[in-house]
T-cell receptor
């Protein structure tokens, strides 16, 4: 069973702080990893993709991948109330044809 | 770029009727599209993988005769829920894999979803 695990939260951070979201995966064959943001009642929106070990930065978002530890994380700097959403971690395996999603972490950014 | 549309966004139907949901990739070609369903406060559950010009591949436990998928072109896939029942009420979301976009060959972009309510 290929699994992606996330803490369901909620994770509460004050506005302006760094939010750290974590994800582990069980399939060592996973090659690509994605973070999606999903607002309540809406569909997921791609935030970041990462394929190589290390960090990848895009604006306020930084994705981190450690394949040896089978660990992916997403850092959100200067968190805003509009960042409040559920963040889904996903892993692609076997040529990337399917994504396995975690159950998501709910993030709440408080004023 | 990488926009996926879905139609309708919301549908209410009577039990026993069939409902068709369309998924379109608007600015890229998608040889592969995916259909998911999501129950409240749950994660996405992959129902099937739709490949242009061939039969869909269904996940274990998904009835292929109930959820008919057609992927007739590189930009359109349809999901038909046949003889819908109240337990089929859910949020149905499609995604399209961008074959050559900057997001990489594995990147899936999601449509806005279709909320189905079966009375």
């Amino acid at each position: 069973q290929k699994e992606v695990e996330q803490n369901s939260g909620p994770l509460s951070v004050p506005e302006g702080a760094i939010a750290s979201l974590n994800c582990t995966y069980s399939d060592r064959g996973s090659q690509s990893f994605f973070w999606y943001r999903q607002y309540s009642g809406k569909s997921p929106e791609l935030i970041m993709s990462i394929y190589s070990n290390g960090d990848k930065e895009d604006g306020r978002f930084t994705a981190q991948l450690n394949k040896a530890s089978q660990y992916v994380s997403l850092l959100i700097r200067d968190s805003q109330p509009s960042d409040s959403a559920t963040y889904l971690c996903a892993a692609a395996t076997g040529g990337g044809n399917k994504l396995t999603f975690g159950t998501g972490t709910q993030l709440k950014v408080e004023l | 770029g990488a926009v996926v549309s879905q139609h309708p966004s919301r549908v209410i139907c009577k039990s026993g009727t069939s409902v068709k949901i369309e998924c379109r990739s608007l600015d890229f070609q998608a040889t592969t599209m995916f259909w998911y369903r999501q129950f409240p406060k749950k994660s996405l559950m992959l129902m099937a993988t739709s490949n242009e010009g061939s039969k869909a591949t269904y996940e274990q436990g998904v009835e292929k005769d109930k959820f008919l998928i057609n992927h007739a072109s590189l930009t359109l896939s349809t999901l038909t829920v046949t003889s819908a029942h109240p337990e089929d009420s859910s949020f149905y979301i499609c995604s399209a894999r961008d074959r050559v976009g900057t997001g990489g060959t594995d990147t899936q972009y999601f449509g806005p979803g279709t909320r189905l309510t079966v009375l």
